[in-house]
C-alpha cells in the first residue's frame, strides 16, 4: 500500500517558484525591449532619410499652407444679397405753387350787386347782375397753398452687402491662429534638410 502526500495549495514553495518565473519573466521582457529600442535608434541614426524627407516634403509644406490658408481668411470678403420688404411712412407737407385751369363740370351760377353810372352825370343805377358759367367752361387758376401728405409707402428691394472678415473682427482671432504656427514653423525650417547638411559643421570644425 503507497501513500501520497499532497500539498496544501497555499504551500510556499509553489508560491516561490511562480515568483521566481515572474521575476525571470521580467528581466527577459525588459532585456528585450531596450534591444528592440536600441535596433530602433540605430535604423534611425543610419537611415535617416526618410526623417528628412518627411521634414521637407510633408511637414514644411504643411505648415506652410496652413499659414496662407490663414492669412487668405483674413483678406476674405463674404459677398450676399439682403432682401428687404417692409413699409415706410411718409408724412410731410407739399408746397404747391402753380398756374392751372379748372374745368367747370356743371353750370355755376354768379349773382352779385352792381352799379351803373351814365355818363354826363345822367345818374346811377343799382341792381344785380345774374350770369350763369356753363359747363366746360375752362377758368385759370393760381394756386398757392400747403398739400398735407400722410401715407405708407412700401419698400422691396435688394441690396447688396459685403462684409471683409478682416473688418468684421476676425482679424485678431486669425492672427492667433497664426502665431500658433510661426514658432513650429520656425524651428522645423531651421533643422537640415539631409544627412549631409548634418553632418557639414562637424565636417567643417574638423582639422
Same mark, same amino acid.
Given at each position: 500500500?503507497?501513500?501520497?502526500?499532497?500539498?496544501?495549495?497555499?504551500?510556499?514553495?509553489?508560491?516561490?517558484?511562480?515568483?521566481?518565473?515572474?521575476?525571470? %519573466?521580467?528581466?527577459?521582457?525588459?532585456?528585450?525591449?531596450?534591444?528592440?529600442? $536600441?535596433?530602433?535608434?540605430?535604423?534611425?541614426?543610419?537611415?535617416?532619410?526618410?526623417? %528628412?524627407?518627411?521634414?521637407?516634403?510633408?511637414?514644411?509644406?504643411?505648415?506652410?499652407?496652413?499659414?496662407?490658408?490663414?492669412?487668405?481668411?483674413?483678406?476674405?470678403?463674404?459677398?450676399?444679397?439682403?432682401?428687404?420688404?417692409?413699409?415706410?411712412?411718409?408724412? %410731410?407737407?407739399?408746397?404747391?405753387?402753380?398756374?392751372?385751369?379748372?374745368?367747370?363740370?356743371?353750370?355755376?351760377?354768379?349773382?352779385?350787386?352792381?352799379?351803373? $353810372? %351814365?355818363?354826363?352825370?345822367?345818374?346811377? $343805377?343799382?341792381?344785380?347782375?345774374?350770369?350763369?358759367? *356753363?359747363?366746360?367752361?375752362?377758368?385759370?387758376?393760381?394756386?398757392?397753398?400747403?398739400?398735407?401728405?400722410?401715407?405708407?409707402?412700401?419698400?422691396?428691394?435688394?441690396?447688396?452687402?459685403? $462684409?471683409?472678415?478682416?473688418?468684421?473682427?476676425?482679424? *485678431?482671432?486669425?492672427?492667433?491662429?497664426?502665431?500658433?504656427?510661426?514658432?513650429?514653423?520656425?524651428?522645423?525650417?531651421?533643422?537640415?534638410?539631409?544627412?549631409?547638411?548634418?553632418?557639414?559643421?562637424?565636417?567643417?570644425?574638423?582639422?
Amino acid at each position: 500500500m503507497t501513500t501520497e502526500s499532497v500539498e496544501p495549495a497555499n504551500n510556499p514553495k509553489g508560491r516561490s517558484r511562480v515568483g521566481k518565473f515572474w521575476d525571470a %519573466f521580467k528581466n527577459i521582457a525588459i532585456i528585450f525591449s531596450f534591444i528592440v529600442n $536600441i535596433i530602433l535608434v540605430l535604423v534611425l541614426l543610419l537611415s535617416p532619410k526618410p526623417l %528628412f524627407m518627411a521634414k521637407s516634403q510633408v511637414a514644411e509644406p504643411l505648415l506652410v499652407d496652413l499659414d496662407s490658408a490663414f492669412a487668405a481668411l483674413g483678406k476674405t470678403v463674404i459677398k450676399s444679397q439682403v432682401y428687404i420688404t417692409d413699409t415706410m411712412p411718409v408724412v %410731410f407737407d407739399l408746397p404747391l405753387a402753380q398756374n392751372t385751369s379748372v374745368v367747370l363740370v356743371e353750370p355755376v351760377p354768379i349773382q352779385a350787386p352792381a352799379t351803373f $353810372i %351814365f355818363p354826363a352825370g345822367g345818374g346811377a $343805377i343799382h341792381g344785380t347782375v345774374q350770369l350763369v358759367l *356753363p359747363e366746360g367752361l375752362a377758368l385759370p387758376v393760381a394756386l398757392n397753398l400747403m398739400v398735407p401728405v400722410n401715407t405708407t409707402v412700401p419698400v422691396v428691394m435688394q441690396v447688396p452687402v459685403e $462684409i471683409p472678415l478682416a473688418e468684421a473682427g476676425m482679424a *485678431p482671432a486669425i492672427e492667433q491662429l497664426r502665431a500658433v504656427f510661426k514658432p513650429l514653423t520656425g524651428a522645423l525650417q531651421s533643422l537640415p534638410n539631409s544627412p549631409e547638411e548634418l553632418l557639414q559643421p562637424i565636417i567643417q570644425s574638423a582639422p
